[in-house]
């Protein structure tokens, strides 16, 4: 081993052969391809594990980490088994079948999954699948799912089904990314929305993604992202007791209104909600309700509005639990410094509330001169 100039340990020299890689030779085990190319010093050869050509002597073996350490050894690639090229080499089949392994796989399949299905090592797997398609199989599943889903949400009126459909129902992955998303285990969430039943639709809005949610009492949720998968899954592990439904003509028409909000922060929505939270909370969202479009307040402020001048903090924390947005504008709470602090779906779309909100009121004001 040597230690190039980048800090990289690469091995320079060849190495014995290993118990594994010679049951790899014996067998011609295509799994092993691309893990390493042995040479053989009696011809000068290399090849892949793979290779048809017949079995060397096994102590003529010389085990090299890929054709370009046995190139620098002297080694010659095989005409067989073609050992330098890419395309079409067996390392590439292996991650052509991951990938149509992904594509067919209901839930996102875990990498010690993939790793067992094509026999190579977590790490090695990887590597290799990064290497030739730009991505982890991770992202490389999303990307799939993200499509499935968005061809569902096309063809089926019932979102729920276009969920299941893209795989998105699965209790395990509601436990991961579930946790992952609102750090909380799902099971303190099982009970939420338990008994109750919610109707929910997604659509596109100039801030992005939207979700609106209504139960009998009014609109429960509004919710903005980048992307609808991770919206989706949040909204059903925050209820994940209820009975989902899809959207119908009328709810159709609260969704138009909820995005006319997003367009125009102005207006008014003018439709029920159905606010859960403490005590404290509903007195922290009814004050934000009470901020006129246009201006902002700092948490201090609003703490001296709900005259609790002491708990900004606590304020603070209500403001971050409002799940309607726009709807309760907590866009509006502003640091002192006038500074937009956070916004829980993406300080980009405050900025952009509020820009929106501030042209209206100028051009209201020019309008009464
Ligand atoms: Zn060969």
Redesign the pocket.
Same mark, same amino acid.
């Given at each position: 081993m040597t230690e190039t100039m980048k800090g990289q340990i690469v091995v320079t020299a060849s190495q014995p052969v290993t118990d594994t890689q010679w049951q790899a030779i014996l067998k011609r085990d295509r799994n092993a391809d691309g893990r390493f190319i042995y040479g053989v010093i009696t011809t000068g050869?290399f +090849?892949?594990p793979s290779?048809p050509?017949r079995r060397p002597n096994v102590e003529n073996v010389r085990i090299f980490p890929d054709g370009t350490a046995a190139l620098q050894a002297g080694f010659r690639p095989?005409r067989? +088994?073609n050992?330098l090229s890419v395309a079409g080499s067996p390392v590439t089949a292996t991650v052509t079948a991951l990938c149509r392994h992904i594509e067919h796989s209901h839930s996102l399949p875990t990498l010690e999954e993939l790793a067992t299905q094509c026999g190579w090592s977590r790490y090695h797997l990887q590597r290799q699948f990064k290497a030739i398609t730009g991505l982890t199989p991770r992202e490389y599943a999303l990307a799939v799912r993200r499509r499935r889903l968005c061809g569902n949400l096309q063809r089926h009126s019932s979102i729920l089904r276009a969920m299941e459909d893209a795989g998105m129902e699965s209790s395990s992955q509601l436990y991961t990314q579930g946790k992952q998303m609102l750090g909380m285990l799902p099971g303190q969430y099982r009970s939420r929305g338990a008994g109750i039943t919610i109707r929910f639709a997604m659509a596109e809005c100039s801030l992005g993604s939207l979700l609106v949610a209504e139960t009998a009492q009014g609109i429960c949720a509004i919710s903005l992202g980048d992307e609808p998968e991770p919206l989706l899954l949040e909204f059903q592990a925050r209820f994940a007791g209820a009975d989902l439904l899809p959207p119908d003509p009328a709810f159709d028409d609260k969704v138009a209104r909820v995005i006319a909000l997003m367009e125009d922060p102005h207006r008014n929505l003018s439709l029920p909600l159905d606010i859960r939270g403490t005590v404290f909370q509903q007195r922290v969202w009814q004050a934000l309700q009470q901020i006129p479009p246009g201006t902002t307040l700092s948490y201090q402020e609003l703490a001296e509005k709900i005259g609790q001048p002491a708990a900004a903090r606590a304020v603070a924390s209500a403001c971050a639990a409002n799940t309607l947005a726009v709807a309760i504008p907590c866009h509006r709470i502003v640091r002192r410094d006038g500074s937009l602090s956070g916004y829980r779906w993406g300080v980009e779309r405050k900025r952009a509330l509020l820009e929106r909100e501030h042209e209206e009121s100028e051009c209201e004001k020019k309008q009464r001169r």
């Open positions: 050869i +090849c892949r290779c050509a095989c067989r +088994c050992p």
